[in-house]
């Protein structure tokens, strides 16, 4: 295949992470939420140790990656970027399709960009268990991985619907030596709290995010690690859009349009942020679309405000979009998509045009997955059919128009554990869940105050 030489050889592993909290201007600071004064490290290295810290609020443009963590890496990474011949030609169209593909990882996505570092900070740091929320399993899998290679302990509260509907994902994190629980669970204070109120909840993420803080906060021996969200999760996924960079570079291209899946916003970041800061830095203008979920349509939908990442209220105020910290997101497959909020930083590149965001239904997801699979040979995970819905969507565009554009998109992962939802699409058993108007209102209304009085 033509695209295999935009791969391995000739692409090296990135040495750093780029930062673009030090190229994009306006970027309001988590909040202490007791003060509501900014966010020190000493304040975030109860639950995460100094060097994550300080990348949570460092400025610095690049950021060194450990030698530890590149050896690491050097087993999937560079991962391949492909140009979609087929897909093309399938379409009709003559925009150029690249995707950058992140399923070559042992874990089979995007996740293991983040788990290992910081899995490796927190050994370095003499933490012996790490806790931590997932959705559709990714990235539980993906820490659980880590923690086997960096001799952790790892303990992984998994949002219940998906528990229940990905067995395969449990098993591959029980198969790497981690125990997974699903959330909410009786482990917990929060767990319980809101099992006795709701015996039958489905979950969420911000559920089991306060179940994996309430451990962290409550063992010394013991951090937490997050998979989204977060400034230092997305930091270090930029190894994505730097690759992919390097490799369109040989292959003499330049995208028009990159397109991401926005749950938390960390798999987007990683593949857009370093092309973004290259525009805010004087270089080529580029369109960046986030493909979210129209049951839980966080930038489309959302508020812009402080919130807490999580249900109970322990992390500090993040400012983001929102649907609320207590909103609980219908049960679609796409379970690393079904979070309240998203990354401050993708939000505010939201805010500030850079971004835009389009909500997208499940069925038409499943169909888009479909097509690709048919054409490129890779099934893509549910999370993923999100950007390949809209990838298609523009392509037929150009068609239309018979106007060529250069489109990126990232395949975020692969969707072998994931063929059970594809079964019950083609058997025409799965249908677009909606979204509850009056729940996104009750949970709006249920943001936290802020000292001084804003919301």
Known sequence: MESIKYQLSDVRIPTSWYNIAADLPGLAPPLHPATGAPASVGDLTGIMPKELAEQELSTTREIEIPDPVRQVYAQWRPSPLFRARRLEKALGTPARIYYKYEGVSPAGSHKPNTAFPQ?????????????????????GSSLALAGALFGLEVQVHMVRVSYHQKPHRRALMHAYGATCLPSPSRETDVGRRILDQDPDCPGSLGIATSEALELAMNDPHTNYAGGSVLNNVVLHQTVIGQEAMAQLDMAEDYPDLIVGCAGGGSNLGGLA????????????????????????????????AYDFGDTAGLTPLLRMHTLGHSFIPPSIHAGGLRYHGISPLVSHAVTEGLIEARAVPQTRCFEAGLVFARSEGIVPAPESTHAVRVVIDEAVRCREEGRPRVILFGLSGHGHFDLGAYEKHLAGELGDEGMDPEAVARSLAALPELPGGEG
Do not use: S
């Not at 012996?128 to 959705?135: A, K, Q, S, V, Y």
């Open 273 to 304: 942020f370093p092309f973004l800061g290259a525009r805010l830095r004087g270089g080529d203008g580029v369109q960046v679309v986030a493909a979210e979920p129209a049951a839980c349509p966080t930038l489309t939908r959302g508020r812009v």
């Open 119 to 139: 899995a490796f900070y927190n050994k370095q740091a003499g933490i012996r268990r790490l806790t931590t929320e997932t959705g559709a399993g990714q990235w």
